[in-house]
Antibody, heavy 121, light 107 residues
Framework: QVQVVQSGSEVGKPGASVALSCKTS????????IHWVRQAPGQGLEWMGL????????TNSRKFQGRVTMTRDTSTRTVYLELSDLRSDDTATYYC??????????????WGQGTLVTVSS | DIQMTQSPSTLSASVGDSVTITCRAS??????LAWYQHKPGKAPKLLIS???NLESGVPSRFSGSGSGTEFTLTISSLQPDDFATYFC?????????FGQGTKLELK
């Protein structure tokens, strides 16, 4: 079955970078967008951006431009999110999720289990 | 950006009750709306897409309706497993925004 499995919790210092991974299985990796979404404590979900695993092209929310880099490794079917210049308000659970239909603007399914990132000195 | 306003933020109910959660969009999103169930430490689970299409395997006590700017998720005859957080998502033209979530609690 289709699965997306995320890497474990991370702790990062203010100003540093953190890299998260999202490993997929059960479908043609290059045929579906992968999205990144985060949820800070007590807050709603916030879309960060997407990557086309087929060609590696990505689109980020304006809020994160300049701090977010999305990449993929087709040999391991894994997508990566790097968030730089960490701030305390980046403390959140980060989710990856697959577009349900493909290279389209649609709902997300499935989602990963989430990766907790804590920014602390 | 399209803003999604979800209400209520918390809902207390008993097993067997019927409940309704509402999402309002700041602009028309036609029917490009999904509903998810989210439990702590788990991946969000898709319930409904395109406002009213029930995902395969989701119990029929879940239903969605609406179009344009107002949408509802109704859960009839609540079961113990239904107590969770629910959120909506709009997916219009490569913009993706979410409601703030509704925590459904056992009364």
């Amino acid at each position: 079955q289709v699965q997306v499995v995320q890497s474990g919790s991370e702790v990062g210092k203010p100003g540093a970078s953190v890299a998260l991974s999202c490993k997929t299985s059960g479908y043609t990796f290059t045929d579906y967008y992968i999205h990144w979404v985060r949820q800070a404590p007590g807050q709603g979900l916030e879309w960060m951006g997407l990557i086309n695993p087929g060609d590696g092209a990505s689109t980020n929310s304006r809020k994160f431009q300049g701090r977010v880099t999305m990449t993929r490794d087709t040999s391991t079917r894994t997508v990566y999110l790097e968030l730089s210049d960490l701030r305390s308000d980046d403390t959140a659970t980060y989710y990856c999720a697959r577009d349900a239909r493909g290279i389209t603007s649609n709902w997300f399914d499935p989602w990963g289990q989430g990766t907790l990132v804590t920014v602390s000195s | 950006d399209i803003q999604m306003t979800q209400s209520p933020s918390t809902l207390s109910a008993s097993v067997g009750d019927s409940v309704t959660i509402t999402c309002r969009a700041s602009h028309s999103i036609i029917r490009w709306l999904a509903w998810y169930q989210h439990k702590p430490g788990k991946a969000p689970k898709l319930l409904i897409s395109d406002a009213s299409n029930l995902e395969s395997g989701v119990p029929s006590r879940f239903s969605g309706s609406g179009s344009g700017t107002e949408f509802t998720l109704t859960i009839s005859s609540l079961q113990p497993d239904d107590f969770a957080t629910y959120f909506c998502q709009q997916y219009t033209s490569y913009t993706f925004t979410f409601g703030q979530g509704t925590k459904l609690e056992l009364k």
